[in-house]
Structure formats: C-alpha cells, structure tokens
T-cell receptor, first 111, second 111 residues
Framework: DAGITQSPRHKVTETGTPVTLRCHQTENHRYMYWYRQDPGHGLRLIHYSYGVKDTDKGEVSDGYSVSRSKTEDFLLTLESATSSQTSVYFC??????????FGSGTQLSVL | GQQLNQSPQSMFIQEGEDVSMNCTSSSIFNTWLWYKQDPGEGPVLLIALYKAGELTSNGRLTAQFGITRKDSFLNISASIPSDVGIYFCAGQLINNNDMRFGAGTRLTVKP
C-alpha cells in the first residue's frame, strides 16, 4: 500500500449530475494523477498535478476538472456526468514523474 | 498520443510454465515500468527499468529495457496460480516525460 486512499470505492449516479472523486495521499509526493481504465484502452491520463494549485490536462481531459488545494488531496470532478464516463478511475502519485504508485480505484457507473 | 503495443492480449498457461510478454512502440522511452493488477485493485509496480539494455529481476520475474529504447519484455518463470492477473507495461517518453500504458496482458494459470 503506497499510502493512497480513494473515495468512494463505488458510485452509481445519473446522467447530468455532478460527481467528485477524492484522492488522499500520506506520502507527501509532489505529483498526483487521475487515470481512467477502460477495456482495451489500458490506463489513460485525465489530469495531473505537479504541486498545490498546479494542474495540467492529460489526453482525455474533456468533461473533467481537478483541484489540488493541499499537497495530500487531489479531487476529480465530473461537472455533468455522461454515460461515456462510466469507468474505473485510478489516482496515482509519484515523487518525480517516474514510478507511479496507484490507489485501489473508484468504480463509477453513470446511468 | 504515442501508443504502446502490448502482446499478447491474453495467455492461458499451465502452472509451472514460463511466460513472456512484450511492449513495443515507434516512440523512444527513457523509463520502462511493469505493473500487475489484481481484480478490484490498482496496478502494483513490479519492475522499473532506466537504461537501454538493462536486465532486472524481481524473484521469478525478469524484465529487459530494449536496446532501441522502443520496447521492453517481461518474463515470468515457473508460473504459479497467484500470478493470475493483468500485466501492464508503461513507458516514460523521452521527449516530454509523459507516461504511456499498454492495454495489458491478461494471464490465466491453470493448476
């Protein structure tokens, strides 16, 4: 366990509702990431953070926003959830930009 | 984005057999990582490679960083039932340090 906690672990929501996923780390790592995992696609980067209030987009950022107000917390928000955002979401952390360590994931279903 | 081609997609082997899988790309990487994912959990780092030609072992697992910097290989010797899971490669691009993931190899080990 790399000191990463994701919450919730499972969520079912309806199309059009806002959803926020939380990632909490106890490692004081600089970098934090949000990935989504879908069959046949591996892990795809949504957004990442390189410090408090410093974030950048990944390859599949449309429809998602993030915030990092404290070193230990990285929030992923779906402003208006769509069925295409049904996925498993993983948070990851790293000291540098190599050697990512992953949380246990959040299974999100948008109905 | 730059894709990693991981093969095979799945493997069904008998306990005790050796396993080989690989990742290839047209892009050049400065780091290769291999992860294992169990059902309902996040990927766990198995091996990290940092130099072209590097060969690194972790118990029954051995991974190599290809000489061309465009590929990597993972071997598992004398497989056991707990080796079951999905194995992912990840490469850190040399031009921008972004991490890319393969789609995974699903390993099934029959006792």
């Amino acid at each position: 366990d790399a000191g990463i906690t994701q919450s919730p672990r499972h969520k079912v929501t309806e199309t059009g509702t806002p959803v926020t996923l939380r990632c909490h780390q106890t490692e004081n790592h600089r970098y934090m990431y949000w990935y989504r995992q879908d069959p046949g696609h591996g892990l795809r980067l949504i957004h990442y953070s390189y410090g408090v209030k410093d974030t950048d987009k990944g390859e599949v950022s449309d429809g998602y926003s993030v915030s990092r107000s404290k070193t230990e917390d990285f929030l992923l928000t779906l402003e208006s959830a769509t069925s295409s955002q049904t996925s498993v979401y993983f948070c990851a952390i790293s000291r540098g930009k190599e050697k990512l360590f992953f949380g246990s994931g959040t299974q999100l279903s948008v109905l | 984005g730059q894709q990693l081609n991981q093969s095979p997609q799945s493997m069904f082997i008998q306990e005790g057999e050796d396993v080989s899988m690989n990742c290839t790309s047209s892009s050049i990487f400065n780091t290769w990582l291999w992860y294992k994912q169990d059902p309902g959990e996040g990927p766990v780092l198995l091996i990290a490679l940092y130099k072209a030609g590097e060969l690194t072992s972790n118990g029954r697992l051995t991974a190599q960083f290809g000489i061309t910097r465009k590929d990597s290989f993972l071997n598992i010797s004398a497989s056991i039932p707990s080796d079951v899971g999905i194995y992912f490669c990840a490469g850190q691009l040399i031009n921008n340090n972004d991490m890319r993931f393969g789609a995974g190899t699903r390993l099934t080990v029959k006792p």
